[in-house]
């Protein structure tokens, strides 16, 4: 054991240190000055929030994400529920405005239910071609151990000479 593992074991306040730093980093991105003071409109925001994708992270909701942007989706998004809107006004002026591509879990309308069924589809193809590609090795010929006495006479001839 080295030194600064023995270190980390033996003092807790390290270790507590280590802890906190992985929370930090876990920690949801809404600023104080963001939250509604109804809790009611603000629930309803987080919950859009975690259905919107923040366009610079491209894989967090903008609830979790620090980027500006993502700030600035969150607090349009609270605007418009105090504005009046109802959930469903507020993810369309959304997409809208930033395209389908801001929704985490896009619709199955238009062109895009050829996404959502692209895996199934390809699965069932595998599976098909694996089961075609299976049958015919099965019938296949199998080969023949040794050779036949034609071949054995002629490989006897190439080997002399």
């Known amino acids: 054991m080295t030194v600064i593992s023995k270190r980390w074991v033996r003092n807790p306040p390290y270790v507590l240190a280590l802890i906190f730093a992985m929370l930090a980093n876990v920690a949801i991105a809404v600023q104080p000055d963001e939250?509604?003071?109804?809790?009611?409109?603000?629930?309803?925001?987080?919950?859009?929030?975690?259905?919107?994708?923040?366009?610079?992270?491209?894989?967090?909701?903008?609830?979790?994400?620090?980027?500006?942007?993502?700030?600035?989706?969150?607090?349009?998004?609270?605007?418009?529920?105090?504005?009046?809107?109802?959930?469903?006004?507020?993810?369309?002026?959304?997409?809208?405005?930033?395209?389908?591509?801001?929704?985490?879990?896009?619709?199955?309308?238009?062109?895009?239910?050829?996404?959502w069924a692209a895996g199934p589809i390809l699965f069932v193809i595998a599976a098909l071609l694996a089961m075609v590609y299976i049958r015919r090795r099965a019938s296949a010929p199998q080969p023949v151990d040794g050779l036949s006495a034609e071949e054995q006479t002629r490989l006897d001839e190439i080997l002399k000479g």
């Open 35 to 115: 939250v509604l003071q109804d809790p009611a409109l603000e629930a309803r925001a987080r919950e859009i929030s975690k259905g919107l994708r923040c366009l610079v992270c491209q894989n967090e909701n903008i609830d979790d994400s620090n980027a500006s942007l993502a700030r600035d989706l969150r607090i349009l998004v609270r605007d418009r529920l105090e504005e009046g809107d109802t959930d469903e006004q507020v993810v369309d002026f959304v997409v809208e405005r930033y395209g389908e591509f801001v929704l985490l879990k896009p619709t199955t309308a238009g062109g895009n239910w050829l996404l």
